[in-house]
């Protein structure tokens, strides 16, 4: 069994959500086509867009957050029942915040 480096882990996070954030607010700052039309369906993609950001920048969070707690002592540990969190949860998504049990509970 190879154990995952958090830290390693959850930098390659922040580096790729920063680097699909930034590329998403490129996108949402590029010019609108004057055609009318076109335009409707660009307002459209733009919410799309918008929604991706705000999905991005959540997990960003959630990643410097991860960060914090890896920092603190109390990372890999359920932020609900304080139980550890499983080792294969951890390795599949390095900023979870919960153990399995309350991330069913959350949902």
Do not use: W
């Not at 154990?3 to 996070?13: E, I, K, V």
């Not at 950001?53 to 997990?59: G, I, N, R, S, V």
Request: proline share 5%.
């Amino acid at each position: 069994m190879t154990t995952t480096d958090p830290r390693a882990a959850l930098d390659a996070l922040i580096a790729e959500y920063s680097t699909r954030a930034n590329s998403i607010r490129q996108d949402l700052a590029s010019s609108h086509s004057p055609d009318f039309a076109e335009q409707a369906v660009q307002r459209e993609n733009d919410e799309v867009l918008e929604a991706l950001l705000a999905e991005t920048e959540a997990a960003l969070r959630r990643a410097g957050l991860a960060k914090l707690r890896l920092a603190d002592g109390s990372y890999g540990y359920c932020q609900r029942c304080g139980e550890p969190i499983e080792p294969a949860r951890l390795a599949v998504l390095p900023a979870a915040e919960y153990c399995l049990g309350c991330a069913d509970l959350a949902h």
